[in-house]
């Protein structure tokens, strides 16, 4: 696949980590050649042997990328994540209680639409707690299930989205049944950008551990928070960080990854952003094995345009919003012209949030947004998810650019 992709510097590549001759691919490429370039002897024989699944990308960045990879490499790849995370190092993966809280649209075991019972959405250790394709059609019953599913299967560790989880924990309150729900040793949040309000509502109800995992259906995990770091996870992998708006130390992450051996990855660019910290030193454009970032920036196509047409990333966004004293959810900033925004928030209580937290937010935004930039605000009973399942906290208004 890579030599019909990008040619004869393919076979110039000698040192594995001497990747910068080559060009970038992104989803566009993998998926125009899959399933013949990326069909070789080795993947043949393992189709034969039924020993490869078959998942796709949630398509939140656009085209559905078809994926075959060998059987529970998942499984796999917790435990080369886990071990640099000093609480995750100790779970037992495929031995312990576990639990998966998110789109059901993107699980590649469990298809919410046939209503599946405990059983079918029980995985080894693992059990699929969500039914449906979006929290807002979840019923009381609906929620009732959950508590008593979690009480049932009394998981050590519980993997969620973040706006599935806040979603759940405030149905869970209103309902009353906050003493009856089971809290697991560690809570990871991944999928996609949490944002900074939404972890600390749900650190105010669960009061656990909580780390952050980072990364791509495509390439697996590349960074996991631990000890207040956002680390690397080194193994099979290289990432790079591109110059993106260096000034600001924000980068794009370039990712080759040798974890899943029928779909190797050679810099791929997953649309991922980062911030890195202050005189990060990097081996050429590659981060160190040892190295860490500051924050996760969202993806860039998921940008919004300040009024003079530079992009704003979701961590500026986010970093803007910021905690709103506990007291919102979650949000969306939706891009109505260039520095014209709309931020719908989900109050986390009954009580709403305060004006003065509100004006606060809007005013960090609108300075984002440049000396011409306009923000309105608008509160609502909930947000729906994209056609992927996932949220995510900008809607950016498509450009001509974009066609």
């Known amino acids: 696949m890579y030599r019909t992709s990008l040619g004869p510097s393919i076979d110039d590549l000698s040192d594995p980590v001497d990747l910068t001759h080559l060009p970038l691919l992104d989803r566009r490429n993998l998926v125009e050649s899959f399933p013949r370039l990326w069909m070789t002897p080795s993947l043949q024989t393992a189709i034969h042997k039924d020993a490869v699944e078959y998942t796709t990308t949630s398509g939140t960045s656009g085209t559905r990328m078809p994926i075959v990879r ?6 796999d790849e917790y ?6 995370n000093s609480l995750l190092r100790h779970y037992q993966v495929g ?14 075991n469990v298809c919410h639409a046939s209503s599946p019972s405990y059983e079918d959405r029980l995985r080894g250790t693992t059990l699929y707690l969500n039914q449906s394709d979006a929290p807002s059609k979840w019923t009381d019953a609906d929620i009732k ?3 008593e599913e979690l009480a049932r299967h009394r998981p050590v560790y519980l993997d969620a989205d973040a706006f599935y989880l806040a979603t759940f924990l405030q149905r869970v309150e209103r309902l009353g049944l906050v003493r009856d729900l089971f809290r697991p040793e560690v809570l990871t949040l991944s999928y996609e950008l949490t944002p900074t309000c939404t972890r600390a509502y749900i650190a105010s109800v669960l009061q656990v551990p909580i780390f952050e995992l980072f990364g791509s259906t495509e390439a697996g995990y590349t960074f996991v928070e631990s000890d207040g770091r956002i680390v690397r996870c080194p193994e099979l992998s290289v990432v790079e960080a591109l110059p993106y708006r260096p000034a600001e130390r924000i980068f794009r992450l370039v990712t080759t990854s040798l974890k899943n051996e029928y779909m190797p990855l050679i810099r791929f660019f997953s649309g991922d952003l980062v911030r890195l910290p202050a005189g990060a030193e990097l081996e050429g454009t590659r981060i160190p094995d040892h190295g860490w970032v500051e924050r996760f920036m969202g993806r860039e196509q998921d940008c919004v345009r300040a009024s003079d047409g530079s992009a704003v990333t979701p961590g500026e966004i986010d970093d803007a919003v910021g905690a709103a004293n506990g007291t919102m959810l979650y949000y969306q900033l939706t891009e109505r012209a ?21 004006s606060g937010v809007v005013e960090r935004l609108t300075r984002l947004m440049g000396p011409t930039g306009r923000v309105a605000v608008e509160a609502v009973g909930s947000l729906s998810p994209m056609a992927s399942g996932k949220f995510g906290t900008t809607r950016r208004r498509a450009t001509p650019a974009d066609a």
Do not use: H, N
């Open 70 to 75: 060998k059987r529970d490499w998942w499984q």
């Open 79 to 84: 435990v080369r994540t886990y071990r640099y």
């Open 95 to 108: 031995r312990q209680p576990k639990v998966i809280l998110t789109t059901a649209v993107c699980s590649a």
């Open 145 to 147: 299930r959950m508590v």
């Open 338 to 358: 260039a520095g014209d925004m709309v931020l719908s928030y989900v109050a986390a209580t009954p009580a709403g949030v305060a004006p003065e937290v509100i």
